[in-house]
């Protein structure tokens, strides 16, 4: 007969085929979570041992900002910094498994699984290094020769969703008036404007192509003078400057991923380095197709947010 000295702890995890996080089992097998996507966007998980459903509300790289139960009752609020630590937490009475850029964080080790290796937000790097470095690539990209960095070690214009490559746009900010023709009322605006695309195609030692595109993107902002930030309802709301700067930006992220999938996808099947004119056709359409998703998909999630953080800050002031 043997005895344990201690119970054994920790998870399994459960994945899809393309690295969506399915389901919760304890080490006796015991199912605890269930999670609900809608596209490639965590909307809800099932909590078996509570027996409640929790709704899920993410940022442009679907780091979990708000968590919600049914009845709409907060619990769970927080922000991450570009490289993934927390900025600042309002609500904690339930801590979600995802949270940065929605990956699931290690209890043990807190560190994030990003599917193809592991991030340690306290050093800004993985743990491991990158399993698809391209050398051909790291003479145009001297920071691909650091194969533990982070999106480059620049968060703010690459996103890294599996650990395993980076895509990015060229972004530029303007101001104008927010009566302008550009503007048209609005705080801000962004947008991908019809371009010749930046693409290259190189193949490594084993025979392997890998295609990088490059755009140019862009972000209007209201005028800092401009009246109207000193609008009551722009005061009630929290809106700032840097506020809507960061949300046009989720815009342009939002196109990023989205291509991002197509491409890895294209990568498969590759096997020229020769750019065509249709291969540019091809690349536009899809980020036109993101262009279309990202106004429906971001402007709710930033209406979510938005409500959810208005309530915060004016229970704060005591309002």
């Known amino acids: 007969m043997t005895t344990l000295s201690a119970s054994p702890v920790g998870n399994y995890y459960l994945y899809s085929f393309d690295g969506k996080l399915l389901q919760t089992y304890n080490v006796y097998g015991v199912l605890l979570k269930d999670y609900i996507y809608m596209g490639d966007r965590l909307i809800a998980e099932y909590d078996h041992v509570g027996s409640r459903f929790l709704y899920y509300t993410s940022d442009q790289i679907n780091s979990t900002r708000v968590v919600t139960d049914s009845a709409g009752t907060v619990v769970y609020s927080a922000a991450h910094d570009p490289?993934?630590?927390?900025?600042?937490?309002?609500?904690?009475?339930?801590?979600?498994?995802?949270?940065?850029?929605?990956?699931?964080?290690?209890?043990?080790?807190?560190?994030?699984?990003?599917?193809?290796?592991?991030?340690?937000?306290?050093?800004?790097r993985f743990i491991s290094v990158d399993p698809e470095n391209n050398p051909?690539?790291?003479?145009?990209?001297?920071q691909l020769w650091h194969l533990f960095g982070y999106c480059r070690n620049n968060p703010l214009a690459f996103i890294d969703p599996d650990g395993a490559a980076s895509f990015a746009l060229n972004r530029l900010t303007?101001?104008?008036?927010?009566?302008?023709?550009?503007?048209?009322?609005?705080?801000?605006?962004?947008?991908?404007?019809?371009?010749v695309l930046d693409i290259k195609i190189t193949m490594d030692q084993t025979g392997k192509f890998s295609i990088d595109v490059k755009a140019t993107g862009w972000v209007v902002l209201a005028n800092p003078r401009d009246n109207i930030w000193a609008r009551l309802d722009t005061l009630l709301s929290n809106y700032t400057e840097n506020r809507v700067l960061l949300h046009e930006h989720r815009h342009l992220t939002y196109i990023?991923?989205?291509?991002?999938?197509?491409?890895?996808?294209?990568?498969?099947?590759?096997?020229?380095?020769?750019?065509?004119?249709?291969?540019?056709?091809?690349i536009w359409g899809w980020i036109d197709e993101a262009k279309a998703e990202t106004r429906a998909a971001m402007d709710s999630v930033w209406g979510l947010v938005m409500w959810s953080e208005t309530i915060l800050y004016l229970s704060g002031k005591g309002i």
């Open 136 to 142: 051909v690539g790291c003479a145009a990209q001297p």
């Open 256 to 282: 990023e991923k989205y291509v991002l999938k197509k491409l890895e996808k294209l990568e498969l099947t590759l096997n020229s380095d020769k750019v065509s004119p249709e291969l540019h056709k091809k």
């Open 83 to 124: 490289y993934g630590g927390i900025q600042q937490t309002w609500v904690n009475t339930f801590d979600p498994t995802p949270k940065f850029s929605g990956k699931e964080r290690d209890a043990e080790s807190q560190l994030d699984y990003f599917g193809a290796r592991y991030y340690d937000r306290s050093q800004y």
């Open 174 to 195: 303007f101001l104008a008036d927010s009566n302008s023709a550009v503007l048209k009322g609005n705080y801000g605006r962004s947008d991908v404007p019809d371009q």
